[in-house]
Protein backbone atom coordinates (compact mmCIF):
# COMPACT_ATOMS: atom_id res chain seq x y z
CA UNK A 1 0.00 0.00 0.00
CA UNK A 2 1.03 3.82 -0.43
CA UNK A 3 1.99 5.92 2.36
CA UNK A 4 3.46 9.39 2.79
CA UNK A 5 4.97 10.56 6.13
CA UNK A 6 5.49 14.66 6.45
CA UNK A 7 8.44 14.00 9.30
CA UNK A 8 7.83 18.34 10.75
CA UNK A 9 4.57 19.53 11.40
CA UNK A 10 5.38 22.75 11.65
CA UNK A 11 8.93 24.37 10.37
CA UNK A 12 10.10 28.07 11.21
CA UNK A 13 12.52 29.96 9.34
CA UNK A 14 14.24 33.59 8.96
CA UNK A 15 13.15 34.80 5.91
CA UNK A 16 16.08 35.33 3.18
CA UNK A 17 16.94 31.79 4.58
CA UNK A 18 16.69 28.13 2.67
CA UNK A 19 13.88 25.98 3.15
CA UNK A 20 13.69 22.42 3.92
CA UNK A 21 10.44 20.24 4.11
CA UNK A 22 10.33 16.80 4.77
CA UNK A 23 8.92 13.72 3.30
CA UNK A 24 9.31 10.72 2.63
CA UNK A 25 6.99 7.82 0.67
CA UNK A 26 6.48 3.84 0.36
CA UNK A 27 5.35 2.66 -2.48
CA UNK A 28 4.76 -0.95 -3.86
CA UNK A 29 5.91 0.66 -7.58
CA UNK A 30 7.18 3.10 -9.01
CA UNK A 31 5.10 6.02 -7.43
CA UNK A 32 3.98 10.10 -8.82
CA UNK A 33 4.64 12.58 -5.85
CA UNK A 34 3.37 15.81 -5.53
CA UNK A 35 4.13 18.78 -3.66
CA UNK A 36 0.91 21.27 -2.95
CA UNK A 37 0.56 24.71 -1.02
CA UNK A 38 -2.67 25.73 1.01
CA UNK A 39 -2.60 29.86 2.18
CA UNK A 40 -4.56 30.01 4.77
CA UNK A 41 -8.01 29.60 4.45
CA UNK A 42 -7.11 29.09 0.56
CA UNK A 43 -7.74 25.57 -1.16
CA UNK A 44 -4.85 23.72 -2.42
CA UNK A 45 -2.69 24.59 -5.54
CA UNK A 46 -0.03 22.50 -7.36
CA UNK A 47 3.58 23.30 -6.30
CA UNK A 48 5.46 20.62 -8.24
CA UNK A 49 5.37 17.07 -9.40
CA UNK A 50 7.64 14.00 -10.32
CA UNK A 51 6.36 11.16 -12.37
CA UNK A 52 9.64 9.17 -13.29
CA UNK A 53 11.15 11.99 -15.55
CA UNK A 54 13.96 14.11 -14.31
CA UNK A 55 14.36 13.24 -10.16
CA UNK A 56 14.74 17.11 -9.69
CA UNK A 57 12.01 18.78 -10.07
CA UNK A 58 11.20 22.22 -10.40
CA UNK A 59 8.08 23.66 -9.83
CA UNK A 60 6.54 27.20 -9.09
CA UNK A 61 7.82 30.14 -6.93
CA UNK A 62 11.50 28.88 -6.61
CA UNK A 63 10.67 25.67 -5.03
CA UNK A 64 11.91 22.45 -5.98
CA UNK A 65 12.06 18.58 -4.73
CA UNK A 66 14.39 15.62 -5.44
CA UNK A 67 13.51 12.28 -6.21
CA UNK A 68 15.44 9.68 -4.02
CA UNK A 69 14.41 6.08 -4.63
CA UNK A 70 17.14 4.75 -2.25
CA UNK A 71 15.39 7.22 0.79
CA UNK A 72 12.30 6.88 -0.22
CA UNK A 73 12.59 10.77 0.01
CA UNK A 74 10.49 14.26 -1.66
CA UNK A 75 12.04 17.06 -0.02
CA UNK A 76 11.17 20.40 -0.91
CA UNK A 77 13.25 22.69 -1.04
CA UNK A 78 13.60 26.97 -1.49
CA UNK A 79 17.14 28.53 -1.61
CA UNK A 80 15.44 31.92 0.28
CA UNK A 81 12.62 31.71 2.26
CA UNK A 82 9.39 34.38 1.61
CA UNK A 83 7.22 35.88 3.79
CA UNK A 84 4.69 34.96 1.13
CA UNK A 85 5.73 31.58 1.54
CA UNK A 86 4.14 31.46 4.59
CA UNK A 87 1.72 28.23 4.37
CA UNK A 88 0.94 24.68 4.68
CA UNK A 89 2.56 22.12 2.43
CA UNK A 90 1.29 18.36 1.66
CA UNK A 91 3.37 16.06 0.36
CA UNK A 92 0.81 13.38 -1.70
CA UNK A 93 1.50 10.00 -3.58
CA UNK A 94 -0.35 8.69 -5.74
CA UNK A 95 -2.66 5.38 -5.46
CA UNK A 96 -3.71 4.10 -8.94
CA UNK A 97 -6.52 7.27 -9.54
CA UNK A 98 -6.41 8.00 -6.04
CA UNK A 99 -4.26 10.70 -3.62
CA UNK A 100 -2.90 9.74 -0.54
CA UNK A 101 -1.96 12.89 1.43
CA UNK A 102 0.61 13.36 4.16
CA UNK A 103 -0.50 14.93 7.10
CA UNK A 104 0.84 18.30 6.43
CA UNK A 105 4.01 20.92 7.57
CA UNK A 106 3.04 24.26 8.14
CA UNK A 107 6.10 26.89 7.41
CA UNK A 108 6.64 30.08 9.08
CA UNK A 109 8.55 32.57 7.79
CA UNK A 110 9.86 35.28 10.24
CA UNK A 111 10.96 38.71 9.22
CA UNK B 1 -7.90 25.18 -12.61
CA UNK B 2 -10.11 22.71 -13.90
CA UNK B 3 -13.03 25.04 -13.26
CA UNK B 4 -14.23 23.49 -10.15
CA UNK B 5 -17.02 25.55 -8.56
CA UNK B 6 -18.63 24.48 -4.81
CA UNK B 7 -21.56 25.32 -3.11
CA UNK B 8 -22.14 26.29 -0.78
CA UNK B 9 -19.06 27.64 0.57
CA UNK B 10 -20.36 28.04 3.84
CA UNK B 11 -22.62 26.47 5.36
CA UNK B 12 -23.59 25.99 9.25
CA UNK B 13 -26.68 23.08 10.01
CA UNK B 14 -27.67 21.07 13.20
CA UNK B 15 -27.11 17.74 14.49
CA UNK B 16 -29.30 15.44 12.78
CA UNK B 17 -30.67 17.86 9.65
CA UNK B 18 -29.33 16.04 6.15
CA UNK B 19 -27.22 17.94 4.03
CA UNK B 20 -25.98 17.82 0.38
CA UNK B 21 -22.82 19.72 -1.22
CA UNK B 22 -22.28 20.11 -4.73
CA UNK B 23 -19.27 20.49 -6.88
CA UNK B 24 -20.00 21.54 -10.33
CA UNK B 25 -16.81 21.54 -13.06
CA UNK B 26 -16.60 22.27 -16.35
CA UNK B 27 -13.48 20.56 -18.18
CA UNK B 28 -15.17 17.31 -18.57
CA UNK B 29 -13.04 15.66 -16.42
CA UNK B 30 -13.56 11.66 -15.69
CA UNK B 31 -12.81 11.24 -12.25
CA UNK B 32 -13.88 13.41 -9.29
CA UNK B 33 -13.42 13.46 -5.64
CA UNK B 34 -14.76 14.24 -2.29
CA UNK B 35 -12.08 14.94 0.73
CA UNK B 36 -12.00 16.27 4.00
CA UNK B 37 -9.24 18.56 5.73
CA UNK B 38 -9.35 18.38 9.64
CA UNK B 39 -6.27 19.64 11.18
CA UNK B 40 -3.30 17.05 12.11
CA UNK B 41 -4.77 14.51 9.45
CA UNK B 42 -3.89 16.54 5.95
CA UNK B 43 -6.67 15.02 3.55
CA UNK B 44 -8.46 12.73 3.91
CA UNK B 45 -10.46 10.85 0.67
CA UNK B 46 -14.18 10.45 1.83
CA UNK B 47 -16.07 8.93 -1.43
CA UNK B 48 -14.85 9.30 -5.64
CA UNK B 49 -16.53 8.50 -8.82
CA UNK B 50 -14.63 7.31 -12.11
CA UNK B 51 -17.70 7.97 -14.68
CA UNK B 52 -21.22 9.04 -14.44
CA UNK B 53 -23.04 6.90 -11.60
CA UNK B 54 -19.90 5.24 -10.88
CA UNK B 55 -18.59 6.11 -7.65
CA UNK B 56 -16.66 3.91 -4.75
CA UNK B 57 -15.47 4.55 -1.14
CA UNK B 58 -12.63 6.21 -0.01
CA UNK B 59 -11.11 5.69 3.59
CA UNK B 60 -13.83 7.71 5.58
CA UNK B 61 -16.90 7.24 3.70
CA UNK B 62 -18.69 6.41 6.87
CA UNK B 63 -22.17 8.68 7.29
CA UNK B 64 -21.33 9.84 3.83
CA UNK B 65 -23.40 9.20 0.42
CA UNK B 66 -22.80 10.50 -3.29
CA UNK B 67 -24.31 10.81 -6.39
CA UNK B 68 -22.80 11.46 -10.14
CA UNK B 69 -26.04 11.92 -12.35
CA UNK B 70 -24.14 13.86 -14.90
CA UNK B 71 -20.12 14.43 -16.03
CA UNK B 72 -20.33 18.08 -14.52
CA UNK B 73 -21.80 17.37 -10.90
CA UNK B 74 -20.61 15.45 -7.76
CA UNK B 75 -22.97 15.71 -5.21
CA UNK B 76 -21.83 14.76 -1.66
CA UNK B 77 -24.92 13.89 0.98
CA UNK B 78 -24.50 13.67 5.11
CA UNK B 79 -27.95 11.93 5.94
CA UNK B 80 -27.94 12.85 9.15
CA UNK B 81 -25.11 15.63 10.18
CA UNK B 82 -23.16 15.11 13.02
CA UNK B 83 -20.84 16.99 14.88
CA UNK B 84 -17.69 15.25 13.98
CA UNK B 85 -18.50 15.78 10.64
CA UNK B 86 -17.60 19.78 10.80
CA UNK B 87 -14.91 20.07 8.53
CA UNK B 88 -14.00 21.54 5.60
CA UNK B 89 -14.56 19.83 2.43
CA UNK B 90 -12.75 19.65 -1.11
CA UNK B 91 -14.22 18.52 -4.56
CA UNK B 92 -11.02 17.72 -6.77
CA UNK B 93 -11.15 16.14 -10.48
CA UNK B 94 -8.65 14.44 -12.94
CA UNK B 95 -9.07 13.78 -16.25
CA UNK B 96 -7.86 10.81 -16.40
CA UNK B 97 -5.91 8.68 -19.34
CA UNK B 98 -2.40 10.22 -19.73
CA UNK B 99 -2.54 12.95 -16.56
CA UNK B 100 -2.61 12.11 -12.77
CA UNK B 101 -2.74 15.68 -11.83
CA UNK B 102 -5.92 16.96 -9.84
CA UNK B 103 -7.45 19.93 -9.48
CA UNK B 104 -9.23 21.32 -6.31
CA UNK B 105 -12.27 23.19 -6.01
CA UNK B 106 -11.98 26.10 -2.90
CA UNK B 107 -13.97 24.10 -0.27
CA UNK B 108 -16.90 24.48 1.70
CA UNK B 109 -16.61 24.99 5.20
CA UNK B 110 -19.65 23.12 7.07
CA UNK B 111 -20.40 23.66 11.08
CA UNK B 112 -22.81 21.10 12.76
CA UNK B 113 -23.94 22.30 15.51
Known amino acids: AQSVTQLDSHVSVSEGTPVLLRCNYSSSYSPSLFWYVQHPNKGLQLLLKYTSAATLVKGINGFEAEFKKSETSFHLTKPSAHMSDAAEYFCVVTWGYKYIFGTGTRLKVLA | DAGITQSPRHKVTETGTPVTLRCHQTENHRYMYWYRQDPGHGLRLIHY???????DKGEVSDGYSVSRSKTEDFLLTLESATSSQTSVYFCATLQGASTDTQYFGPGTRLTVL
Open chain 2, 49 to 55: SYGVKDT
